[in-house]
């Protein structure tokens, strides 16, 4: 496949070798002549010095043959321009750009770019799960079903415990799929299933009903 | 009319001030409380500091009850950002933006965005005044 990079930053660099084994063509575009020279010295000639986000620069490097472009500058609005260009003036089939503020990943979709990646929130996820006071952490996001996959923890004395499964009022478009608990197999959760205190609660969800979600099996 | 401008350079302060001056609710936006010494002494709009590609400031700016938005920062990308922002999430019935490059004005011009670009209609001027 030939990619095409927008940004030589680290998030570029590093991708870029790796796609480079993978055996793809890349080609990184990067304003800053330093870096182009540092990367080029290193991987051989596959940095080009220009803006990505500009059309002449993109038609020069045969942006029409390229089969994805991915935007991984430190600014959204750059990788977003980069996306629309590549998209709508030179018809490539996946864009995929990064974004800072996680908010943008909405908008993003809606002016046409195909696949956002946050960093932010990855980096926040990440966090959320190592923060054992923290009841709910994301594990997976299905993006294309508008669905999340979550992990809840039952806390000590929480007023759940005890309970049944049939007793939790779960809400709509919630389901939980495994039971997690101390020095046991895990379980598929019945609707005669007993929680315990501690017990890790594997569960499919929406965004819109993750905290009643969190409420009905923790009671916080 | 209400209008919110985002960048508070030479023609944003001063389109901002003659709105102003003809009775226009105006608020416009900078990312640097500097910017605002270029509004005229007499502006009784608002001035805001924030981003304009910001969704927050923007709602802080009034945009869900704005007219029109106006994007005139000296970034290209930060411009047709903030005007996809405001036409598409916001659903102001004007959003126009300055794009200096030309081929880039030329693509939102095609993708529905009110882009002109000060490079192509500043040269075309020049010309006329020389050639005619």
Known sequence: MYIIIVGGGRVGYYLTKALLDEGHEVLIVEKNATICETIDDEMGSVCFRGDGCEAATLAEIGTGRADMLIAVTGDDEDNLVACQVAKHKFNVPRTIARVRNPRNETLFGKLGVDVTVSSTNIILEHIEEEVPTHPLTHLLTIRDRGLEIVEIKIPIGSTKVGKTVREFSLPKGSTLFLLLRKQQKPIIPKANTILQAEDRIIAVTTPESEEALRTALTGI | ?132
């Open chain 2, 1 to 132: 009319m209400k209008v919110v401008i985002m960048g508070c350079g030479r023609v944003g302060a001063q389109l901002a001030s003659l709105l102003d001056r003809e009775g226009h609710k105006v608020t416009i936006l900078d990312t640097d409380a500097y910017s605002f010494r270029r509004l005229s002494s007499d502006f009784n709009g608002t001035a805001l500091l924030g981003n304009g590609i910001d969704q927050e400031a923007l709602k802080r700016a009034g945009i869900e009850e704005a007219d029109a938005f106006l994007a005139l920062t000296q970034g290209d990308n930060r411009n047709v950002m903030a005007a996809q922002i405001a036409k598409h999430l916001f659903n102001v019935p004007r959003a126009i933006c300055r794009i200096y490059d030309p081929l880039r004005q030329e693509l939102y011009s095609t993708l529905k965005l009110e882009a002109f670009s000060p490079t192509t209609i500043f040269a075309q001027m020049l010309k006329e005044k020389l050639i005619g």
